[in-house]
């Protein structure tokens, strides 16, 4: 199996250890797994959660289609076990979809959810990306062997379920700019009324994304290194598992496999893994340097 995420490194780790309150002593090993985290957690983060959950559960209880949320999920699972495999194959042909059928599950979870106003649901009972709510659903979702079960199950290394976590942890400055609608000031230049929930603009704003690379690295060969390739398979994965961990929260909704904090817990954090995968995918991948990009032609040549 191969491991896409990044080396973690020792200023990653401490702030991440810090969010979570773990004491450095038990900070000093080589290994950084969510496991081994999950019996140095202190405190209980579940009661604020639970209550923000149990008003979502009470929206949408009786909407949801079980049916066509297990099948989704399960075709996103499959699909994401085929990640290596379009790797693999490099740059897409003109015109194929390795990477849209990445995807194509995913989307059929999203329009169910935007049909039955799941998505407005979530944003009304959710807060901002605060450090307090971000901190609470971390501790929430190192806890719940459930969820961190499902991304093992999804091909996620030990380090990269770390790294997926982390992620949400170490980044609520870029969080906190992606505002609920009902937040964002009078006086921007475009309509608010018409700005999707965040939790809406997070999930299908990432499967937008992986549906532009097949075209976007058929079109920039030319420039795509190895190191680009990796960097843009791991925001990728990131992103899609975030969707399946906000897919699986709803799926907990209809067959009561989730707590209510353990909902709000995978809500949360599953849209957030999709922010910072779609705003690190663009600076990996799209926004492409002159120290990021292959050799010219002439420079190879000579």
């Known amino acids: 199996m191969t491991n896409y995420a990044p080396e973690i490194d020792d200023e990653e780790r401490r702030r991440f250890l810090r969010v979570l309150g773990v004491t450095s002593a038990a900070a000093v090993g080589s290994d950084l797994t969510l496991d081994g985290l999950r019996g140095k957690l202190h405190g209980d983060s579940a009661e604020e959660l639970s209550s923000m959950g149990h008003a979502i559960r009470g929206d949408v209880t009786g909407e949801l289609d079980a049916d066509l949320l297990a099948g989704g999920l399960s075709g996103l699972a499959t699909r994401m076990g085929r990640i290596e495999d379009v790797r693999a194959a490099g740059i897409p042909a003109r015109d194929e979809r390795l990477y849209r059928e990445l995807a194509a599950s995913a989307w059929t979870i999203n329009d169910h959810l935007v049909d039955i106003g799941f998505y407005e649901s979530v944003e009304s009972h959710l807060p901002a990306f605060t ?47 992606w505002m609920p609608t009902k937040d964002i000031p009078e006086g921007v230049e475009f309509d608010v009324e018409h700005v999707a929930p965040l939790h809406h603009r997070a999930a299908e704003g ?15 060969e030319v420039l795509l290194t190895d190191d680009i390739l990796d960097a843009a398979m791991w925001d990728i994965k990131a992103m899609l598992g975030g969707f ?21 817990a995978a809500l949360t954090a599953g849209t957030a893994a999709m922010i910072v995968g779609q705003e690190d995918l663009t600076n990996d991948a799209f926004r492409i340097t002159d120290e990021m990009r292959a050799p010219h032609s002439w420079e190879v040549e000579g």
């Not at 961190?148 to 906190?176: C, H, I, P, Y």
Request: no cysteine; charged share 20%.
């Open 131 to 177: 450090e307090n709510h971000i901190e609470n659903v971390a501790h929430e979702l190192i806890r719940a062997e459930l969820l961190t079960n499902t991304l093992s199950d999804l091909g996620f290394s030990e380090r990269e379920k770390t790294a997926l976590v982390m992620n949400v942890v170490n980044n609520t400055g870029r969080l906190a700019l």
């Open 206 to 220: 990432s499967l937008l994304w992986v549906d532009d690379m097949d075209t976007h690295l058929w079109q920039n």
């Open 244 to 264: 399946h961990l906000l897919g699986t929260a709803a799926q907990g909704v209809t067959d009561g496999s989730l707590t209510d904090s353990q909902l709000t």
